[in-house]
């Protein structure tokens, strides 16, 4: 299965060269679950993939779980104020430790009261025998390799990928007066899109469909006509939507240059996160894969300024619920497109529009047909 799908991608690379205009994926990339198989494995297993903000957990005890793929994670802030990644499973009988988020002095095992420090190490294991205890010197809930960037933290499930902050160092040059790392969570919350992942990182990364797909809710601040390419990187990608001359805006952030300050700056950290930058409010998007079809979305809103009224925040999250209820409903029309067997690896368009999803398809050939990076 895994040869098939290295043959279909090394044929499309072959195409895609000696056609001249750089292709779409072939549609078999979006329905093919041995494809499915083989990103999981490279990418999202293999590289680092954002779990939430640090801000979620400001104290030490603070914690939230989640599963990503299979693995259920516990994150949590320690006593020594650090951020760990911890294997939610108990080293007694595989039971799931910590549900849900909170604060925690501990966390005690439900099955059999095995207990955990917050840096995962074993605190108590009750009526624990003699051989038991001798087995258990190093016993603790596995630390996982975790990496924080911007105020994101980010995990790397198999351990084996280079660190993720000198790939990013373009990009912070990009960011470093938006103080994105210190911005305010307001909001998040979990859905699943009808769409391959792919697509939504696609969708999400290019600005030629701004003003088609969004009429009512983008178009009059970030038209298509005014998108620019940033250069991106090798790990990432990203663009300008720049505001028309008309278009009023309220900055608070006076650190931000007059161009920072009328444009949204819009990025892709590969292979699952998306992100939407703007003067006075951060969104991102946290994808995993569930099938070919699906796709598990944890989206989440940070403001610049902490003093904003509840009313000023629900604006906010309502503006972006709407847009993303917009991206959705086209995203799973496009998927049932690419079950066709009419469908086709199309052509792409212009540097600016969709630039940045032949550097997301360049990351994507690079790591399926190479391995790691
Ligand atoms: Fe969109």
Redesign the pocket.
């Known amino acids: 299965m895994l040869n098939e799908t290295t043959q279909t991608i090394r044929l499309w690379e072959t195409q895609r060269q000696t056609d001249g205009a750089p292709l779409s994926l072939p549609p078999k990339a979006y329905t093919d679950p041995g494809f499915l198989a083989l990103e999981v494995e490279s990418l999202f297993r293999g590289q680092w993939l954002s779990l939430g903000r640090v801000d979620e957990i400001p104290a030490p005890g603070d914690f939230f779980t989640l599963h990503l793929l299979d693995e259920p994670l516990l994150v949590v802030r320690g006593d020594d104020d650090g951020i760990r990644v911890l294997a939610n499973v108990c080293r007694h009988r595989n039971m799931i430790v910590a549900s849900g988020s909170g604060n925690a002095r501990r966390f005690v095992c439900p099955y059999h009261a095995w207990s955990y420090h917050r840096d995962g190490t074993l605190d108590r294991a009750p009526n624990a025998t003699p051989d038991q205890l001798a087995l258990l010197d190093h016993c603790r809930l596995e630390c996982l390799r975790s990496e924080i960037w911007q105020g994101f933290i980010y995990v790397n499930l198999d351990g084996e990928a280079s660190p993720l902050g000198p790939r990013l160092t373009a990009l912070d040059l990009v960011l470093q007066r938006y103080h994105t790392d210190t911005m305010h969570q307001v909001f998040s919350t979990q859905e699943t899109w009808a769409t391959n992942w792919k697509s939504l990182i696609e969708?999400?990364m290019e600005g030629y469909?701004?003003s088609t797909?969004?009429p009512q809710t983008?178009a009059h601040m970030t038209p298509t006509r005014l998108c620019q390419k940033l250069d991106g990187g090798r790990d990432w990608t990203g663009y300008r939507a720049h505001y028309p001359e008309n278009f009023d805006t309220e900055v608070g952030n006076p650190d931000l240059t007059p161009l920072e300050q009328r444009c949204s700056t819009l990025f892709s950290v590969f292979p699952g996160q998306v992100v939407s930058q703007r003067a006075n409010m951060l969104v991102y998007l946290a994808l995993q894969p569930l099938n070919v079809n699906e796709v598990c979305v944890r989206w989440g809103l940070s403001v610049y300024d902490r003093n904003l009224s509840a009313g000023q925040i629900d604006q906010f999250v309502d503006e972006w619920k709407a847009?993303n209820r917009?991206?959705h409903s086209?995203l799973a029309r496009v998927q049932v497109g690419l079950r066709s067997g009419n469908a086709v690896a199309g052509p792409l368009g212009r540097s600016d529009h969709e630039g940045t999803v032949i550097d997301f398809h360049n990351y994507l050939a690079s790591h399926l047909l190479t391995g790691r990076n």
Do not use: A, R
């Open positions: 969708n999400f469909h701004l797909v969004h983008l847009i917009e991206d086209i």
